[in-house]
């Protein structure tokens, strides 16, 4: 009966990366807009809509975390804006080296890095800004060692943290970067790590996976 339960979420989940493809594809193509007047971001705002495909998709991201609540992840295609590196300062950022040395993904291209029945990663470190800040969101710029430090993606999530603690996954060991928090006023603010683990241990089991 599990088994027979499994299958069908997964081509649920399938199902609805094919039916919202188009849409993710407009997302991902998208920038978030810097206000040179202000020197601030301006972040849009996290529809309805994208709070409803969330939700479609809450009990399917359960099942491919391993039924575990702390390995529910939050982040998905629509949620993220490209930003231009160049504006973010590394003094206010949190830099960071992939770890995650079992995972069979080594880069952050297509969704099985986030599918950890599946080998994706399971790695984390936990973020946190001041509870003044929240809420607040959370972006990351990530370089390939191997292939010469080439960018693969500067981007943020424009899904709100309400939470001053966020989890984000650390990555392969071929990958490094940078995270970067932006408050609700689109400045950046910093971020500091106070913890790590692996998706399962429970440690951090009521900090939003991102």
């Known amino acids: 009966m599990k088994k027979v339960i499994f299958k069908i979420f997964i081509l649920m989940f399938l199902v609805s990366i094919i039916f919202f493809t188009p849409f993710f594809i407009n997302s991902a193509n998208t ?11 301006i972040i849009p705002t996290f529809s309805k809509y994208y709070k409803s495909m ?10 491919l975390g391993g039924f575990k ?33 079992y995972t069979i993904y080594k880069t952050q291209k297509g969704p099985g890095f986030h599918i950890p029945i599946l080998g994706g990663w399971k790695k984390y470190v936990v973020l946190e800004v001041e509870s003044s800040n929240t809420p607040w969101y ?39 970067g940078y995270f970067f928090a932006i408050d609700k006023k689109g400045n950046q603010i910093k971020v500091e790590k106070i913890g790590d683990g692996v998706l399962g241990d ?9």
């Not at 479609?56 to 099942?63: K, N």
């Not at 693969?152 to 071929?174: E, R, Y």
């Not at 429970?202 to 991102?210: C, E, G």
């Open 202 to 210: 429970n440690k951090y089991k009521d900090i939003s996976l991102f």
């Open 138 to 176: 959370i972006g990351w710029i990530v370089y390939d060692k191997n292939n010469n430090g080439e960018i693969i993606f500067s981007q943020i999530n424009i899904n709100p943290i309400n939470q001053n603690k966020v989890k984000v996954l650390s990555g392969s060991p071929n990958l490094y």
């Open 54 to 63: 969330d939700q479609v998709l809450e009990p399917i991201m359960l099942i």
């Open 69 to 101: 609540k702390d390995s529910v992840q939050q982040t998905h295609p629509w949620h993220v804006r490209n930003i231009d590196p160049n504006l973010i300062s590394k003094e206010n950022s949190l830099s960071f080296e992939g770890s995650d040395y």
């Open 31 to 41: 920038s978030v807009i810097y206000n040179q007047n202000t020197s601030t971001f």
